[in-house]
């Protein structure tokens, strides 16, 4: 059996557990709250009882077959879109596209230095001066 295999490749993508630390939005501290509460309501003796049949029913979830089910068909849907694209060959295409509208933006700055005439900004500045202002607004 290669459980030892599939339960190292676990170990090594995130963890047997598969989630971050906010398991349904409850954080650390949250969940350290809601123990000592427990703790306080229950009293020391019932919370150890619950406390250690809680863990063993964790403990037989994790094992189960159905726990390795159900982690190996998440990571496959996760895994789903990254596979799609590269089956599809559209990581290619897009490369390809990139390509082209850089080369085609290379071409039109060529061109675009090619066909204006460069003038000095000085000339620029004393042809708009000798006009009178003629940039200026009309009819004012």
Do not use: C, H, Y
Request: hydrophobic residues 40%.
């Amino acid at each position: 059996m290669q459980s030892g295999v599939f339960d190292r490749n676990l170990l090594e993508q995130g963890g047997i557990i598969g989630f971050d630390m906010e398991i349904l939005n409850v954080g650390p501290l949250e969940l350290l709250f809601i123990l000592l509460i427990a703790f306080i309501v229950l009293g020391p003796e019932e919370a150890i009882r619950l406390v250690r049949s809680a863990g063993r029913l964790i403990n037989r979830v994790m094992r189960s077959p159905l726990w390795f089910s159900i982690v190996s068909t998440s990571r496959e849907i996760r895994d789903l879109p990254r596979k799609i694209v590269q089956e599809t060959g559209v990581e290619d295409v897009v490369e390809e596209i990139s390509g082209e509208l850089s080369e085609i933006s290379r071409e039109a700055d060529e061109q675009a230095r090619v066909s204006l005439p460069v003038v000095p900004l000085d000339d620029a500045v004393k042809d708009s001066q000798s006009d009178g202002g003629a940039s200026e607004k009309p009819g004012s």
